[in-house]
């Protein structure tokens, strides 16, 4: 089945110690999203990447980055993580970038900061 | 700017009963509409969509929701809750103005009582 996947789906990284989420899709989709989720609030866009192009939201911190090598992979680092970016990280896609696409969502990534 | 709430933070009804989950938003124009599901472990999954047209839209699993503009609401119902239906249920609101924006509600914890 085509889908989104995440790896990994726990991650425990210490405060300030870079870490890399990764996102893979099989359904070939233009456009590859990053939400953050904090506990019990909604997700939060931070960026997303429509082919080559990264579209960063107005307020996510320069600690969060993102690469996308390919069609297929995308990433998201955080630099240097606080307590604060403990959430769980959802990647999404979606074919195109025109308003009202469906987005796919991928399991997500639950990241703890110690 | 477009905003989304779901005034209800858990619910909890008896299996077979019908269930109304409350959604609001916020736009200056038609805004596409969405709803999610969310399972333990899972990723967001897309139950029904409202672009235009009629204002009762059927989705998956039995789900259907009713937009209605004069209380510019979006509530998902099911008219016989399965055990199975206990999730987080997010809806989400998409705007015309390009890059596929979406913003979501806090989501609303559904509890199934056997």
């Known amino acids: 089945d085509a889908m989104v996947i995440q790896n990994p789906r726990y991650q425990v990284t210490q405060f300030g110690k870079p870490v890399t989420l990764s996102c893979s899709q099989t359904?070939?989709?233009?456009?590859m999203y990053w939400y953050q989720q904090k506990s019990s609030q909604a997700p939060k866009l931070l960026f997303h990447?429509?082919?080559?192009?990264?579209?960063n939201e107005a307020d996510t911190p320069d600690n969060f980055q993102s690469r996308r090598p390919n069609t297929s992979f995308c990433f998201l680092d955080i630099r240097s993580p606080g307590l604060g970016d403990a959430a769980m990280y959802l990647c999404?896609?979606?074919?195109?970038?025109?308003?009202?696409?469906?987005?796919?969502f991928g399991p997500g990534t639950r990241l703890t900061v110690l | 700017a477009q905003s989304v709430t779901q005034p209800d933070i858990h619910i909890t009804v008896s299996e077979g009963a019908s269930l109304e989950l409350r959604c609001n938003y916020s736009y200056g124009a038609t805004p596409y509409l969405f709803w999610y599901v969310q399972s333990p472990g899972q990723g967001l999954q897309l139950l029904l969509k409202?672009?235009?047209?009629?204002?009762l839209v059927q989705g998956i699993k039995g789900f259907e929701a009713e937009f209605k503009r004069s209380q510019s609401s979006f509530n998902l119902r099911k008219p016989s809750v399965h055990w199975s239906d206990a999730a987080e249920y997010f809806c989400a609101v998409g705007g015309t103005g390009g890059g596929n924006k979406l913003t979501f509600g806090t989501g609303t914890q559904l509890k199934v009582e056997l």
């Open positions: 359904l070939n989709h233009n456009v």
């Open positions: 409202y672009f235009s047209g009629d204002t």
């Open positions: 999404a896609t979606s074919r195109v970038l025109a308003d009202g696409n469906e987005q796919f």
């Open positions: 990447y429509y082919d080559k192009d990264f579209n």
